[in-house]
Nanobody, 123 residues
Framework: QVQLVESGGGLVQAGGSLRLSCAAS????????MGWFRQAPGKEREFVAAISWIGVDTYYADSVKGRFAISRDNAKNTLYLQMNSLKPEDTAVYYC????????????????WGQGTQVTVSA
């Protein structure tokens, strides 16, 4: 199993930047494909970005492409999401997720989830 803890959320003005981190503990971090998802109040959880086991392949939702960047440091057991040019519609709770066999945009494919970190973007 793997345990995931997100951090780095907060309040930022539109156009600003934040960097989210997801610290993993338990099994070898490089054994897991990783993803970021977000959920706004009253909305379903939606895919943001995903990254393969050693970080060669990345995949983004159209809504964040060109503004967000997913990366991982397997030596530090940490996943990152650099968020630039933030918009009020990016406001949500952001979750990281892990799975041994999958990385991509389908939340139901992930076995492990963190508790989430709040990102609020003011206009």
């Amino acid at each position: 199993q793997v345990q995931l803890v997100e951090s780095g959320g907060g309040l930022v003005q539109a156009g600003g930047s934040l960097r989210l981190s997801c610290a993993a503990s338990g099994r070898t971090f490089s054994s897991y494909g990783m993803g970021w998802f977000r959920q706004a109040p009253g909305k379903e959880r939606e895919f943001v970005a995903a990254i393969s086991w050693i970080g060669v392949d990345t995949y983004y939702a159209d809504s964040v492409k060109g503004r967000f960047a997913i990366s991982r440091d397997n030596a530090k057991n940490t996943l990152y999401l650099q968020m630039n040019s933030l918009k009020p519609e990016d406001t949500a709770v952001y979750y990281c997720a892990a799975d041994e066999r999958y990385y991509g945009g389908k939340p139901y494919e992930y076995d492990y989830w963190g508790q989430g970190t709040q990102v609020t973007v003011s206009a």
